[in-house]
């Protein structure tokens, strides 16, 4: 594994090939897997709640039922039993990462759709005679929105971790295909050296992930902003 040069700005890995161009690479797995499972994670999660919110008890009922048992069930653990039993392609990776995280995204989402609908203007509608999907996609979920998507960002975050986490056990992304998580691993032999092969791509996790909390924080700092803008 060779050190920083200038035809090799981030270095080589254990088989001589630029680091950079594979960081590049493996982006759009670390990257693309993870926000296609947080976007249908958040998007189940909230249409779920949204039906729960508005629809009769025993559907509300049998959804906190199901969601509460899977909240129980420790998030990697599970991972590990899907992708053992199923495998690891990419889009059983992604159906992984959702049913794994969809019931936190329920959780959040049933939470502000049971307050809201408990609003006055909520019970205006009702008292007008509007459907219950006219309520819930009209009077609910916009109030939703800002508070939902703050917790896709952290949707992302955790799933980005969990399929690093699995590719560097070997259950994530398989060759020819490569994530993060795989470079790490395959270039672990250097790490008692320092060789950048193994630091760029953790390099790169930590910065995704920082940068995606940095991001979620500027959201929920603009939010009381426009709160007192509306309200002057």
């Known amino acids: ?13 254990y088989l001589g090939r630029d680091m950079l161009s594979r960081i590049l690479y493996g982006a759009k797995f670390s990257i693309g897997l993870a926000l296609s499972a947080a976007l249908l ?17 025993w559907l509300e009922e049998l959804l906190g039922r199901v969601n509460d048992a899977l909240l129980v069930l420790p998030g990697k653990v599970l991972s590990l039993m899907i992708v053992a039993v199923f495998g690891s392609s990419l889009p059983m990776l992604i ?7 969809w019931p936190g995204a329920f959780r959040i989402a049933f939470a ?4 809201l609908r408990s609003m006055d203007y909520v019970r205006a509608s009702r008292l007008r005679g509007e459907s ?14 800002h508070p939902m998507l703050t917790d896709f ?20 992304v398989q060759p020819p295909y490569a994530d993060w998580g795989t470079l790490v691993r395959e270039n672990m032999q250097g ?19 920082i940068g995606a909390n940095l991001f979620i924080d500027s959201l929920q700092a603009m939010r009381p902003m426009t709160l007192a803008k509306e309200g002057a």
């Open 191 to 209: 790490l008692f050296d320092g060789s950048p092969a193994v630091l760029m791509p953790a390099l790169a996790i930590a910065s995704l992930t």
């Open 41 to 57: 994670a958040s998007l189940i999660g909230t249409l779920l709640a949204l039906l729960a919110a508005v629809a009769g008890r």
């Open 153 to 172: 960002g952290l949707r992302f975050v955790y799933i980005v971790l969990l399929l690093s986490g699995l590719s560097f056990l070997g259950l994530g």
């Open 112 to 115: 502000m759709a049971s307050s």
């Open 95 to 101: 159906l992984t990462a959702v049913f794994t995280y």
């Open 132 to 145: 219950r999907w006219y309520i819930a996609i009209h009077d609910i979920l916009p109030n939703m929105v």
């Open 1 to 13: 594994m060779g050190g920083l040069t200038s035809d090799n700005l981030l270095g080589t890995d």
